[in-house]
């Protein structure tokens, strides 16, 4: 190996290393088998609870393996972090904890939720700059303050200790099973920027060779897949925001190059952020736990993936920062997705009674009404209305268009991913 070699690649020693170094702080979480996925499944499904740590999130295990190597010269310049939420609440905890004044950027669309409590973990040591549309905007702006200032960045997820921090979730889940005599054939890692997966993937590649690491990325934000296609990192032209603790425009260079050389035991995917809304609501009403859209990836990546009857199976919940206030859209997407709702544009004739028949004709006896809105203010009984409708069941979709295609009432479907579409609701 190379010196320069050296410096990149992480193995199974140095994740040992850094649970030493960081287990006086940061407390081992509970594997808790699932009896209602295994059912589905028919394997053995655990959960790895990260949403328990301190912070909620598996991210200050990779900011305190960091921030506790940096010189007294360092902690006296400070620090700057970028981050979509949960790493900055780990750098947050850090601070506070060690002492070290640090600015963090978050961007704008940061749920309050993970602001607040960036806010709460970090004190008076921590200011909190809320600046740009993504992550990779934060990002700059973050780097550009330690350019001026002389600041040490605390990178998120492309950085070896960081990466190396985040490893530790593995050399756990490994040592919670190996006591109870299993061994994992898959552990599933939620996927943004590919630090948890390169920790995870780094560790397994040494000490469980046979297990097989499979990385779930939202479909809206799918960069690793994008990188391994093009060969590289590349950035995306958008994502979709609404899994905002993965939603990375760009995989990180030393992320990309532990993947790529991982690629023999590694399974990439995505799942759209409509399944992941899903089964967040599915993970609280029936095991109570309250997972962020990033922690419920690897959940929703269960129901594509071919397991075989028995199959030791863990899925990393990585994070459960989710802001209260954002259930009324996680409901919504989570209909859409399983088919339940539906948006129209409905474009009633001139002539009375036209609502009555909309409603006793066309609407079958399980179809709700969930929104009725005119275009036109000025013309409130009759022209082009919005309306959205909640289905009994999802097969109830099709015969429900043939009568509107029975009708003298137009009817045009929204379908979703359209401009139209996003405008209107």
Do not use: W
């Amino acid at each position: 190996m190379t010196t320069q070699q050296s410096t990149i690649e992480v193995h199974a020693a140095d994740i040992q290393q850094a649970q030493a170094r960081i287990s006086t702080v940061i407390a081992q979480t509970p594997l808790q088998y699932c009896p209602r996925l295994s059912e589905q499944t028919e394997a053995e499904i655990y959960l790895k609870r990260e949403d328990l740590q301190d912070v909620r999130s598996y991210k200050i295990r990779g900011a305190y393996n960091a921030i506790r190597q940096l010189s007294e010269e360092e902690r006296q310049r400070g620090i700057v972090a970028a981050s979509a939420g949960n790493h900055a609440q780990g750098v947050a905890y850090a601070c506070r904890t060690m002492g070290i004044t640090g600015r963090i950027y978050v961007p704008d669309k940061t749920p309050k939720q993970k602001r607040d409590r960036i806010k709460v973990h970090g004190g008076d040591y921590v200011t909190l700059v809320v600046t740009g549309a993504s992550f990779t905007e934060a990002a700059a702006a973050a780097q550009a303050d330690a350019e001026e200032t002389g600041a040490t960045i605390i990178e998120p997820f492309d950085a070896r200790d960081t990466i190396i921090g985040q490893g530790t979730v593995a050399a756990e889940i490994i040592s919670q099973l190996t006591s109870q005599g299993k061994s994992a054939d898959t552990i599933v890692v939620p996927v943004g920027g590919a630090g948890l997966l390169s920790g995870v993937v780094s560790y397994v590649a040494d000490m469980s060779p046979r297990t097989t690491v499979v990385g779930v990325e939202p479909r809206g934000a799918a960069s690793l897949q994008a990188a391994l296609a093009h060969g590289g990192p590349l950035t995306l032209t958008s994502v979709d925001t609404f899994v905002d603790g993965a939603a990375v425009k760009r995989i990180g260079d030393l992320t990309y190059h532990i993947v790529e050389k991982n690629q023999g035991r590694l399974h990439i995917m995505d799942v759209s952020e409509g399944a992941v809304c899903t089964e967040m609501l599915d993970l609280y009403q029936n095991e109570g736990i309250i997972a962020e859209p990033a922690g419920a990836l690897s959940v929703t990546a269960l129901r594509e993936l071919k397991l075989s009857p028995g199959e030791i199976v863990v899925c990393i919940i990585s994070g459960g920062n989710n802001d209260v206030l954002r259930y009324a859209e996680i409901v919504e997407r989570s209909l859409v997705h399983r088919g339940l709702k539906h948006y129209f544009l409905v474009d009633f004739p001139q002539e009375p009674g036209q609502l009555r028949s909309f409603l006793e004709d066309i609407l079958g006896p399980h179809d709700d009404v969930t929104l009725f809105e005119y275009l036109k203010r000025n013309n409130r009984e009759t022209g082009t209305a919005l309306v959205g409708l909640q289905l009994g069941k999802a097969s109830d979709f099709d015969p429900l268009v043939q009568r509107m295609e029975a009708s003298r009432i137009s009817c045009r479907h929204l379908k979703p991913g359209t401009p139209e579409y996003d405008f209107l609701t």
